[in-house]
Nanobody
């Protein structure tokens, strides 16, 4: 089965950087779009960034452009989220997700990793 495992979260100070990793297994990673989401208790899940199968196309939430960078290494079946200039409002649980089928919904999710940014 498809499994996604996030890592790299933790406690950071405002202005610091963190790099999240997503390790995928269970199928050919290189064929599917990957996304990072985040969720704050009491709020709906928010799309942070997406990256297509080859890594040639990325998208970001407008408010995060210039601070967050999504990337992937298909040879290692990993995706990453580089977070720079962290702000308190970035505090959330961050999830890695992979589309179920090509051009399909995000059906596979990791357990999430907590990112807490102090002000």
């Amino acid at each position: 089965q498809v499994q996604l495992v996030e890592s790299g979260g933790g406690l950071a100070k405002a202005g610091d950087s963190l790099r999240l990793s997503c390790a995928a297994s269970g199928r050919s990673f290189r064929y599917y779009t990957v996304a990072w989401f985040r969720r704050v208790p009491g709020k709906e899940r928010e799309v942070v960034a997406t990256i297509n199968s080859s890594g040639s196309t990325t998208t970001y939430a407008d408010s995060l452009k210039g601070r967050f960078t999504i990337s992937r290494d298909n040879a290692k079946s990993k995706a990453f989220l580089q977070m720079d200039n962290l702000k308190h409002e970035d505090t959330a649980v961050y999830y890695c997700a992979e589309q179920t089928n090509r051009r399909g919904e995000y059906g596979y999710w990791g357990q999430g990793t907590q990112v807490t940014v102090s002000s």
